[in-house]
């Protein structure tokens, strides 16, 4: 493997492979970065839905196809429609979607940080794809809108050629092709279009995600780990102090990444992003309000023993799978038994489409109860970024709708109920 490797990655490969698992006792060091990350907490919020289009956030683009089916995600919205036809809707959304009200709404909010997550396609397009561009001019003025507001950037790459995870947040929902034929190598060319374009701008860009969500299970995982080493080294080549940041791949955040592109391995500046929800199988949404708080508290202290820096990158107030089309167009929830292979655990009354306003008096205080119990939890390392600012009408998920209804804290530091965690 080592042959393979890049000259620039070599002596960061040779670290991985003599790395140990044991979590160092020396302090992260951040040269050059415009954020404290060893000091000072990331509160984040993802701007989901924006340049990678995701059904259950906007369904309105998608509601045409809502009984055929044949439009599930963005490359089959780009198929359907057409390139003209596409590239007129998209870059209607993408002009509508976030504006720079919302990022003096974000900084009001008390945050500092706003995760953008873009795909492939609108960096290192291939031939063939359906995917139309002009997402980068838009993208350009988030970062100014970014420091106007005194906001910190993480571009996320939200989508890699022939999906690393089969899910429609991907940009193509279905099998998982990563790591097939070129596509590894066109995702690096896609990172290093991503860096030297924000090379210019590391004073609110702070960090590149390499890949949002690589289906670990599926995946190969060794491959996946130099995949990071080369990713890795393609940021640097653009700048040396850019906070790079790996996804666990839905692997266990100390066994599995502890020893791994630590401070120790010859790397700098490396932040691992796991992503926490309760939602996605029929044990977790079984689980009783009190059980969801004392899973969130459980992680605090793995989250203290990991040995790099470590956010909860997505994570909701929601205690169901209920939004409409959460799980994919077409597709029910596992709460009230309408997803294949699910039981009935109770009503998406309220939570499938609507309002905060709208929610049951349980049902709010459930998810108030739910948020402030992660955002104690979840800032017992380096931070978090909730999931996501705004929807057309998923109330469990929509930060800035929660915020007006009072189901958010504000200030940050605001409890109504308070030790839940015992710290």
Known sequence: MISQLTLPNVVAALAFFTSVKAAPTFKLKSRDVSFNYNDDKVYGVNLGGWFVLEP??????????????????????????????????????????????????????GLNHVR?????????????????????????QAIGWA?????KV??????????????????????????????????LNALRALAQRYAGATDVVTSIQLLNEPLGPVINTDSLKKFYYDGWGTIRDSDPYTVVTIHD??????????????????????????????????????????????????????????????????????????????????????????????????????????TVAGLSADDRKNIRSFTEAQLDAYSAHTGWIWWTWRTEGAPEWDMQALIAGGLFPQPLSDRQYPNQCGF
């Open 56 to 109: 259950w956030i906007t369904p309105s683009l998608f509601d045409e196809w809502s009984s055929s089916q044949t439009v599930v995600d963005e490359f089959t919205y780009c198929q359907t429609l057409g390139p003209q036809e596409a590239s007129n809707r998209l870059t209607q959304h993408w002009n509508t979607w976030i504006g720079p009200d919302d990022f003096r709404q974000i900084a009001n909010a």
């Open 249 to 354: 791949a839905f692997e266990d955040i100390q066994s599995f990444w502890n020893g791994f592109m630590n401070a120790g391995s010859g790397v700098n500046n490396v932040m691992l992003d796991t992503h926490q929800y309760q939602i996605f199988d029929q044990g977790q949404v079984s689980q009783s309000p009190s059980q969801h708080v004392q899973a969130a508290c459980g992680l605090a202290p793995r989250l203290r023993g990991t040995d790099k820096w470590t956010i909860v990158g997505e994570w909701t107030g929601a205690q169901t799978d209920c939004a409409k089309w959460l799980n994919g167009l077409g597709k029910g929830a596992r709460y009230d038994g309408t997803f294949p292979g699910s039981s009935y655990v109770g009503s998406c009354d309220g939570k499938y489409s609507g």
């Open 116 to 140: 953008i997550p873009i795909g492939y396609w609108a960096l290192a397009p291939l031939s063939g794809d359906p995917y139309v561009q002009g997402q980068l001019p838009v993208l350009d």
């Open 147 to 151: 420091r106007d507001n005194k906001l």
């Open 154 to 187: 993480l571009l996320d790459l939200h989508g890699a050629p022939g999906s690393q995870n089969g899910f429609d947040n991907s940009g193509r929902r279905g099998n998982v092709a990563w790591q097939q034929g070129d596509t590894v190598q066109n995702t």
